[in-house]
DNA sequence: GCTAATTATATCATATATGATATAATTAAT
DNA sequence: ATTAATTATATCATATATGATATAATTAGC
């Protein structure tokens, strides 16, 4: 009846990572995530740092690393910014 | 050579008319006019007073009033919950 | 026209987004 | 492994969004 009980620091992370997928599946459910995930999408295959796009839509790096870190609420404008600095258009609208 | 000198109001209230017809074609353009003028087309059809919806989300008939006046710079999580109190999911993307 | 209902505007308090700088942590390149 | 480049985190100052209340203006029903 007896489980393992010493646990292996790799066990340890191999949960938390579940955890952590778990968790970023279901935030990846909500619009701020989706666009976000997007935008980190296609920064990269531009082969764009944070840092270049920052100065495109004159900002700054850090910012953008916080944008991207999905930890806060956007406001339209500033998703506006970031798009154009990807040379996207960003669309919002209502479905359901 | 004279055109006509004096000017009833209903000719500048014509003309300030046609000033903001154009003003408000230029915003619409715009993803944050098009996703207001949404949300407003949906919520006159759902039958909702501004009270009604505000009710519906927690917030004031003023605040709901302020986001469909254009004049400012609403947050994704605002949105999100208008979106909701129309039964609808807001939608975030890029394209181009 | 009068009244009630709805919407718009103004304003204040508060919370929070944003810009900016500094620095830590992570990743890539050699 | 070291160094350079990139990204993440922390923090502060400032601007602005949001909630709330009051009231004006507009619109709808009668």
Redesign the pocket.
């Known amino acids: 009846m007896n489980k393992k009980i010493t646990t292996s620091w790799e066990d340890v992370k191999k949960e938390l990572l579940k955890d952590s997928a778990t968790y970023k599946e279901y935030k990846s459910l909500e619009p701020e995530y989706r666009i976000i995930s997007q935008m980190?999408k296609i920064?990269?295959e531009q082969g764009?740092?944070?840092?270049?796009?920052?100065d495109k839509?004159?900002?700054?790096?850090?910012?953008?690393?916080?944008?991207?870190?999905g930890?806060?609420?956007?406001?339209?404008?500033?998703?506006k910014?970031v798009a154009k600095g990807l040379n996207k258009e960003l669309v919002v609208s209502l479905n359901g």
Not at 48 to 54: I, M, P, R, V
Not at 57 to 66: A, F, L, V
């Open positions: 980190i920064r990269t764009l740092t944070q840092k270049e796009l920052a839509i004159g900002t700054k790096q850090s910012n953008i690393s916080r944008l991207e870190s930890e806060y609420n956007p406001s339209l404008e500033f998703l910014k």
